[in-house]
T-cell receptor, first 109, second 113 residues
């Protein structure tokens, strides 16, 4: 089955720093989402981005489906950005999503 | 508009007991999903439904049953709980068409002793 790997697994930043999180997938996908799981466990939609680039405030994402990866950029990080970031890919011909392994981010004040 | 809600928020079961988790959505979504999340891991799909009256198995379906009698509700049942089912359970919903953006409920934390 498809493998979805995220890197780095853990990241510690000083407040104000920028970061790039990566999601690699081993096969073709028909959609891709990025989520932030906050320290209380809530899953928050960040981007639905099967291809191309999107921006929302300090966050932006790029998916290059032909090369099987997606990137999430966080600029001017804040302590509230702490938590775990997941990508999830949709499998063609199905209605299923497969989640990546996650990147655990800690932003220090 | 409450989005996706889950009942209960917390539950402790003894091994062998049964229970049902309820997921409800008010967005008129066709597709609904049940996931489990174990400590330090991503979410794994248990079962899903692509419409009222339909269900299908995901990655880790063993030990669980589901029902979708009404479009807005998706029930997850544990007939005989085991300690290995201790986890946080998330429900999600989405609509086919232009996109399949998933919306998640707040989760149910289940402990089986």
């Amino acid at each position: 089955g498809i493998q979805v790997e995220q890197s780095p697994p853990d990241l510690i930043l000083q407040e104000g720093a920028n970061s790039t999180l990566r999601c690699n997938f081993s096969d073709s996908v028909n959609n891709l989402q990025w989520f932030h799981q906050n320290p209380w466990g809530q899953l928050i939609n960040l981007f639905y981005i099967p291809s191309g680039t999107k921006q929302n405030g300090r966050l932006s994402a790029t998916t290059v489906a032909t090369e099987r990866y997606s990137l999430l950029y966080i600029s001017s990080s804040q302590t509230t950005d702490s938590g775990v970031y997941f990508c999830a890919v949709g499998l063609p011909g199905t209605y299923k999503y497969i989640f990546g392994t996650g990147t655990r981010l800690k932003v220090l004040a | 508009n409450a989005g996706v809600t889950q009942t209960p928020k917390f539950r402790v079961l003894k091994t062998g007991q049964s229970m049902t988790l309820l997921c409800a959505q008010d967005m008129n979504h066709e597709y609904m999903y049940w996931y489990r999340q174990d400590p330090g891991m991503g979410l794994r799909l248990i079962h899903y439904s692509v419409g009222e009256g339909t269900t299908a198995k995901g990655e880790v379906p063993d030990g669980y049953n589901v029902s979708r009698l009404k479009k807005q509700n998706f029930l997850l049942g544990l007939e005989s709980a085991a300690p290995s089912q201790t986890s946080v359970y998330f429900c999600a919903s989405t609509n086919p068409g232009q996109d399949y953006e998933q919306y998640f409920g707040p989760g149910t934390r289940l402990t089986v002793t």
